[in-house]
Antibody, heavy 117, light 107 residues
Framework: EVQLVESGGGLVQPGGSLRLSCAAS????????MGWVRQAPGKGLEWVAN????????YYVDSVKGRFTISRDNAENSLYLQMNSLRAEDTGVYYC??????????WGQGTLVTVSS | DIQMTQSPSSLSASVGDRVTITCRAS??????LNWYQQKPGKAPTLLIY???SLQSGVPSRFSASGSGTDFTLTISSLQAEDFATYYC?????????FGRGTKVEIK
């Protein structure tokens, strides 16, 4: 059974940093692109970043470029999102998701990030 | 960036109704269009990928069609468990943009 479990969310002040983790199990992690999607409170879904199987190819939404870094550790079956220079508008639930055929076919339960003073 | 416009933003329907949601892309995205369902407090789940392919385990009352810029998701006979918010997403080119969602509510 595919499982994705996010952790690392919490309350952080504007300008601060946070590192999200996603522990993957039930599939061969190193065979799949992975991504992060976020959802502001009461709002819709926003794709944040994608990473290829060996971490060499990465894509970001413009609003996080230069501030967020997606990475992975295939030996640990883990996906990460390093978030720096956080802003109030980064507040929301962050989901880890596995790629399927140019889609996200498995999602984690999400971790809440709150940026506030 | 490719903009995805969903309509309607919300609708009220009864159990057994046929429901259609549309999604329009700001440029051609071929068939790189996915549909997700999200229930309150839960993660989204994939319903349809590649415009018309039903994800494994999804009931056959869900179907979808379209290519280029215009796409539709149809629920042939709405069930109680289908009341949720539905999102389209293009994966033709990054950023992989989502529509704003369609909330399906009980009439």
């Amino acid at each position: 059974e595919v499982q994705l479990v996010e952790s690392g969310g919490g309350l952080v002040q504007p300008g601060g940093s946070l590192r999200l983790s996603c522990a993957a199990s039930g599939f061969t992690f190193s065979n799949y692109w992975m991504g992060w999607v976020r959802q502001a409170p009461g709002k819709g879904l926003e794709w944040v970043a994608n990473i290829d199987q060996d971490g060499s190819d990465k894509y970001y939404v413009d609003s996080v470029k230069g501030r967020f870094t997606i990475s992975r550790d295939n030996a640990e079956n883990s996906l990460y999102l390093q978030m720096n220079s956080l802003r109030a508008e980064d507040t929301g639930v962050y989901y880890c998701a596995r790629h399927g055929s140019r889609c996200f076919n498995y999602w984690g339960q999400g971790t809440l990030v709150t940026v506030s003073s | 960036d490719i903009q995805m416009t969903q309509s309607p933003s919300s609708l009220s329907a009864s159990v057994g109704d046929r429901v259609t949601i549309t999604c329009r892309a700001s440029q051609s995205i071929s068939s790189y269009l996915n549909w997700y369902q999200q229930k309150p407090g839960k993660a989204p789940t994939l319903l349809i990928y590649a415009a018309s392919s039903l994800q494994s385990g999804v009931p056959s009352r869900f179907s979808a069609s379209g290519s280029g810029t215009d796409f539709t998701l149809t629920i042939s006979s709405l069930q109680a468990e289908d009341f949720a918010t539905y999102y389209c997403q293009q994966t033709y080119s990054p950023p992989w943009t989502f529509g704003r969602g369609t909330k399906v509510e009980i009439k």
